[in-house]
């Protein structure tokens, strides 16, 4: 109907909208636009359809006596349209009119439900007006009024759009804050004409027990019957248009590209927006104490274990041990002479590395360990899957007299520290080179999506390399961008660090790795390389060495002595 409206409207004006726009599956946020002759005055408005109401997409111009240009200047009468005192009815073209507050308040309760982020003042106004940002064609703009007095105010800072009902307007505020007001105190508003006939009551066809949960698709506008009559479609329900509504069922959207994991779920009729766990363990079927782990159906970067409450997030407890590891690559084994624990190795370039952090708790043996090291929660099976924290003086076999951070230490050029005999704690150059390689190796087919819009060559950037080379596909908590694919088989794990009061934190978000440097070690991050959420340094004397360094995807943070930190050890 409205597409033969605005055919006819335009009499041979050059743009029209096609017959078959009503049947196209459309974004609540597209506009349909068509133009309005207005014949009293040859001038042409452009509408847009948002829902099933239609709206000129700017204010009316139409010069009827008594009206005004703001100052009086004609310019802003182009720009801004007119300011009219009263004598509303027949105001606007044939077979448009003044909206009625109604009729405002369902266009401002559409555009909160299509676009839900963003307040509804904000997406209507005029992307020129702060902060509007000119969805939905409307182009609000900030007007201002005219004064009894014949005065004029607020230009390009408020609105006042007049309602049907004499003295009554809608007063829209510099921010997006909006209301309705009536009194007689201003003079002058702008009037935006509605097309008759097209608010979603007089559009859409009868509402009630033989049509509840009815979805229906009119113009841009989606609506569904329910209890209260017919009102606009949430976010879920227009982006499930289309799809059976069977209790369970679960779709992708038709819209919101930019959402890419968002699914939605049929549940009593309704659809709704799929919880994290149901868009992933879709179609998997839970059995109780079975412990099944899987990929998410969607996010194929996070994993989900079989409860007997049904499914829910990993966390790193949840895996074996050998589950951090990346099959692929050819470990060798260490077994350490002291306590004939065994350890998988990693060649990277011309070094051998530990591929998991060390466990080893020999305090008699070793001495300085006393009261210096710990298994997660005190749990000695957490110590046999993430290894043990340690203090910096257990890592470097330091004895109490180095306990305070103000001490200063010689550093020898190997550290043994409490590795096993032939290895040693790291240092800042030992990362260096791990880094140097790491970035070499694996940049390219870490970035391969990412290339130079001039040459097409991949772009290596460290800042996805991080992940996809060096953190173990399990275990950490991604959300989104990264790609964790633990292709060099270094397998870091979140372990977190403990406080120096006792404290496990940061657990399944971010690793450290204690070096021989004075308070310094290497960190991870989920989600995100390290040094793109630096730790805070807490304390630290006053010596060259102790200053945080950092280059990008990697950070050396300055670290209390006492802090317990994962060590992994590389062979001399």
Known sequence: MLSAFWALSACGDTASSSADDDYVLRSPTDAIEAPIKDYREDRVYYTTQIGTQVWFQENLQYKADPSWCYNDADSNCVE???????????????????????????????V??????????????????????????????????????????KIDEEAYMATSQPGCYLRILPGTDYDFVCEDSIAGFSVRCLMDSTNA???????????????????????????????????????????????????EGNFYQDHYYDRYICDGGLWREATE?????????????????????????????????????????????????????????????????????VSLGTQVWMAENLNYADSARTPNLKGNSWCYEDNPSNCEKVGRYYTFLAAMDLDASFADDSVEYPLASVNQGICPDGWRIPSEEDWNTLVTYILATYGEEANAWWTSSITGDV???????????????????????????????????????????GEFVEVGERDGFWLASIHKTQ????????????????SAPSVADMNTWQITGWSYNMKMRKSGYPIRCVKN
């Not at 960190?523 to 807490?538: E, N, R, Y």
């Open 112 to 153: 909160k439900v299509t676009r839900p982020e963003t307040d509804p003042i904000k997406s209507l106004k005029e992307y020129s007006w702060h902060p509007g940002e000119g969805f939905f064609h409307f182009h609000l703009r900030g007007a201002g009024y005219r004064w009894l007095d014949g005065s004029y105010q």
């Open 277 to 345: 766990i149901e868009r992933n363990t879709y179609g998997n079927e839970c059995v109780a104490e079975s412990s099944q782990i899987i990929k998410g159906v969607v996010e194929d970067f996070k994993y989900f274990i079989c409860t007997d409450s049904g499914f829910r997030r990993t966390t790193m407890w949840d895996f074996q041990k050998s589950d951090y590891l990346n099959p692929s690559i050819a470990y060798e084994t260490l077994v350490d002479a002291r306590d004939q624990k065994s350890y998988k190795t």
């Open 201 to 251: 009551k007089d559009m859409l066809p009868s509402c009630g027990s033989s049509n509840k949960y009815e979805l229906v698709h009119e113009g841009n506008g989606y609506y569904v019957c329910d209890e209260t009559g017919w009102r606009p479609a949430n976010r879920a329900e227009y982006n499930a248009y289309g799809n059976k509504c069977v209790n369970g069922a679960v779709v």
């Open 523 to 538: 960190s991870f991050i989920a989600g995100a390389p390290a040094g793109m959420d630096l730790a805070k340094s807490i």
């Open 80 to 110: 801004y349209g007119r300011l009219y005192a009263g004598g509303l009815e027949n105001l606007c073209p044939e077979k448009f009119h003044v909206p009625s507050e109604g009729e405002w308040r369902e266009l401002i309760d559409y």
């Open 459 to 501: 772009i290596p950037n460290d800042y996805y390399t991080v992940p996809y080379a060096m953190k173990s596909v399990t275990a950490w908590n991604f959300e989104a961008w990264t790609d964790p694919a633990n292709a060099s088989g270094f397998s870091v794990i979140p372990a977190g660090h403990r406080t120096d009061e």
